[in-house]
């Protein structure tokens, strides 16, 4: 027996019976449904009946994928020791032949139950049959067929390349890489790759550049920085893809000045910045409200003869947008069209949502109709954007139309949409409605939030019907929604616009009660009761302590002593 595969069966026996099968786990479903299989489970578990009487039908039917079926699904939980035994006595029953995989199968299977004399027996079958001197070949093939499943195998697949002088195929090399990246050890894969480089294996700027975008894609920009580091200590010359994917990294993280260092890097290295260079430092520096500087950028790229593309032009727009520049907004918008580059639905939503934020409704529903001809259908975020404009503008004729053409197109009404309606219609004092629109929205299955719910009890609270808000409240617990201190402070104004002190400081206490802490709007409420609602004489004093209450203790001492104070007088 080769010592290098000894040992390394003895460090797959490190491994746990069910890691060792679980890669085969899609074989479960089919394999519980195998008549065939189940028949010649219930075969090797009956000892009474030999197998050359019991299975006589079936063994000409199979073939190696059963067996290795059998050994990893193992559905009547059959002993390792039953299923070597087995796998022994087919051997010798021609015309039947193991495979390579078959072998392997089993042996993985041995190791993780530490049969370590069974499993180098059956390597010996193997190394006999290949020939005296096929250990490396042994080895690559178990690599190849199972040996890449187990995360930590790849180390243990170096020692033997350096140490002992173990020839490993580049093939088998691929496989590891490619299972670490699989498993998403970026870290490991990487290690992995410099240890292979060490190996002579030649150095790649496709793998290096793969490395690099895993990093980024994590946000660890400075191991991807590591890895552009190396690549020219292997005599690796750094692609503007390179270059593009570190840049990427820093200006996702908001590194701007890292960001325009590569890029002047790219020029001293004697590469052209592409279109994808330009678009990634736009897009940081619009994120970062660095609009001026995002758009010499784009005029250095155009008269570079680059040709921005959709993504660029609608960065830019999202950050105009964003910082309340519709106009110029719209003016990039036609540069879009003069150069002939198609906006998408993305891009008509930023614009329709920038117009409909600054009470622009007219011009947002042309640019649906202009959206429309090109053939673009307006979805969601679209007729979101809409109705919430047209709430805000107290226009709520026109944003139930909207819901109404909503629900006839079948477009999903979301938690934005309810809520942008709610809103609309407490603003404008039509509570019913609004509570009704909750209760929709409840049916339709969207969960509603503390806020939702707090609109529509501050509109019954400002109607005088406190009474409605308190059962809203009940509704809002019960429903599992946790009411929050600006629920009890609306219900709190309502309470003393009734001048209900009383109650309203029952509800103070049950707030404490519950554990919400009042804030000092909240006493700043209660003294304003006071002040409306007391003793005419304490109105100075009462007043002269609002806003400078912050807790119940204060509050209490304060309404007490002036109130005995009242009665003394009387």
């Given amino acids: 027996m080769p010592p290098q595969l000894l040992q390394f069966l003895r460090r797959v026996s490190s491994i746990s019976a069910t890691s060792a099968t679980r890669c085969y786990s899609s074989f479960n479903n089919q394999q519980h449904t195998d008549p065939l299989l189940t028949t010649l489970s219930e075969a090797i578990a009956n000892n009474s009946i030999p197998l050359e009487t019991s299975i006589r039908t079936l063994l000409p039917s199979l073939k190696p994928s059963h067996i290795i079926h059998l050994i990893t699904t193992n559905p009547h939980s059959l002993s390792p020791h039953a299923l070597f035994s087995f796998f022994q006595w087919l051997s010798t029953r021609p015309p039947f032949r193991h495979t390579l995989q078959s072998y392997f199968t089993i042996i993985t299977h041995l190791s993780a139950h530490q049969m370590i004399p069974q499993a180098q027996s059956l390597l010996h079958i193997i190394v006999s049959q290949k020939g005296k001197h096929s250990a490396s070949s042994v080895f690559q093939a178990f690599v190849q067929t199972q040996g890449t499943q187990h995360e930590s195998h790849h180390d243990f697949l170096i020692r033997l390349a350096k140490e002992k002088n173990f020839r490993v195929c580049f093939e088998c090399y691929d496989r590891v890489f490619e299972c670490l990246l699989k498993l998403n050890n970026n870290v490991g894969a990487w290690g992995f790759y410099l240890e292979v480089l060490g190996c002579g294996y030649p150095p790649n700027i496709y793998v290096f550049n793969k490395l690099m975008h895993r990093f980024v894609k994590e946000g660890m920009v400075c191991d991807a920085n590591k890895v552009f580091d190396e690549m020219t200590k292997w ?96 003016q990039m918008y036609g540069k879009m069209v003069v150069r002939g580059v198609k906006a998408d639905l993305i891009t008509f939503n930023t614009l329709i949502n920038g117009l409909c934020k600054s009470g622009r409704i007219t011009e947002a529903r042309y640019l649906i109709d202009e959206m429309t001809r090109v053939g673009l259908k307006a979805d969601k975020v679209t007729y979101t954007s809409l109705l919430d404009g047209c709430c805000k503008e107290g226009n709520l004729d026109m944003a139930l139309g ?103 400081n029952k509800l103070l206490r049950s707030m404490l009660d519950l554990g919400v802490l009042p804030d000092d709007i909240t006493y700043n409420i209660l003294l304003d009761g006071h002040c409306k609602y007391g003793d005419p004489e304490l109105f100075e004093k009462l007043s002269s302590e609002k806003g400078l209450i912050s807790d119940y203790a204060s509050y209490i001492s304060l309404v007490e002593v002036s109130t005995k104070h009242y009665y003394y007088k009387r």
């Fill in 235 to 330: 005599g690796v010359k750094p692609s503007l893809v390179s270059f593009n994917t570190l840049l990427n990294g820093y200006c996702k993280l908001g590194k701007l000045s890292e960001g325009f260092r590569l890029k002047k890097v790219i020029v001293e290295s004697g590469l052209v910045p592409d279109v994808f260079t330009y678009s990634v430092m736009i897009n940081g520096l619009c994120k970062g409200g660095k609009l001026g500087d995002a758009h010499q950028l784009f005029d250095e790229m155009c008269k570079r003869g680059l040709n921005p593309n959709d993504v660029i032009f609608t960065t830019l727009i999202n950050g105009l947008c964003r910082n309340a520049k519709v106009d110029l907004a719209m």
């Fill in 402 to 504: 909207i819901k109404e053409k909503m629900v006839n197109e079948g477009v999903e009404l979301d938690n934005v949409t309810f809520t942008a309606l709610i809103s609309g219609l407490c603003r404008e004092g039509l509570v019913i409605e609004a509570e009704k629109t909750l209760r929709e929205m409840r049916k339709s299955g969207l969960k509603t939030d503390a806020a939702t719910y707090t609109m529509v009890i501050d509109g019954f609270c400002k109607k005088g019907d406190v009474k409605t808000g308190f059962h809203l409240l009940k509704e809002m617990r019960r429903d599992g929604v946790i009411p929050g201190v600006i629920t009890y402070n609306v219900l709190m104004i309502g309470l003393c616009r009734l001048g209900q002190l009383k109650n309203a």
